[in-house]
């Protein structure tokens, strides 16, 4: 095995409400021998402030490094520099925008370092990083000028059709991680256009839960495996309240 570099840096992005933020994330390299290439890596579901690629340094997710590959990935907001904020577990937008500007600025980190870098670069993610991945693809899509074409794209074990997803589990009423559940509405509240009464039965628990202290093992154990004594009542009506029928709209604009 190669010795390799972890650098972890600071960018700008934007929140939720248009307004620029820090954030931050790593970038990876082989120490010596010919780069083989780019592979812009989202990772997976992280509930732990701590666990920040930024604060970590060495995560599984780096492993193309090992094959003479430059990683370069986002912590996503919520960790690392931005961690005073919600982390937007699943928000298509938001994810999209901060891996992409994450990308733009370790471009420019490795052209001051007199890195030759290629035309193209690849994508790749696994579960929330196969979901951030092509989050990622669109939001280069939409980007005037971005600098880099695109060779290849791995997203695997993601959401992709999140309302025929979110209403699977509620009908199965069932989850083995059910801390997802709870993640995916506040992170999808991001604008906090929805009201955590109407979406949980105990809303105060459920986001002491959420605040970056405490890991996805506990947070099961804490909350039990149905669906029905996690989220609000409302769910299981057929006249959905307020916030309930929010979700559901942005359920489909992240589709």
């Known amino acids: 095995i190669n010795d390799i570099h972890v650098v972890a840096i600071r960018y700008r992005t934007k929140n939720a409400f248009g307004n620029e933020i820090s954030a931050s994330g790593i970038i990876t390299y082989p120490s010596s021998g010919e780069i083989k290439g780019i592979t812009g890596m989202q990772h997976s579901t992280y509930f732990l402030k701590s666990e920040a690629p930024s604060r970590q340094l060495l995560v599984p997710e780096i492993i193309p490094v090992f094959f003479n590959r430059i990683v370069i990935m986002a912590d996503y907001l919520g960790f690392g520099a931005s961690e005073s ?9 938001l994810t999209g925008r901060t891996c992409t500007d994450m ?7 490795l052209i001051s370092e007199d890195f030759q870098l290629p035309d193209a670069i690849t994508l790749a993610g696994y579960s929330q990083g196969g979901s951030a991945t092509l989050a990622l693809l669109r939001e280069i899509e939409n980007t005037p000028g971005f600098p880099w074409q695109i060779d290849h794209v791995y997203a695997g074990g993601g959401v992709y059709d999140f309302t025929a997803t979110f209403e699977h589990f509620l009908e199965q009423n069932y989850m083995t991680m ?16 929805m009201t ?22 506990e947070i099961n154990a804490q909350l039990g495996s149905r669906l029905d004594r996690i989220l609000h009542a409302d769910f299981y009506t ?6 309930i029928q929010r979700l559901l709209e942005i359920l489909d604009e992240n589709t």
């Open 85 to 93: 904020y919600s982390h937007p577990f699943m928000h298509s937008d």
């Open 103 to 109: 990308l733009l600025a370790a471009r420019e980190y």
């Open 178 to 193: 059910p801390a997802l559940a709870p993640y995916l509405i506040r992170g999808l509240n991001i604008r906090e256009d």
């Open 196 to 217: 955590p009464g109407e979406l949980f039965l105990n809303p105060t628990e459920i986001l002491t839960l959420l605040n970056g202290q405490h890991g996805m093992s």
């Open 238 to 243: 057929s006249t959905p309240n307020a916030s």
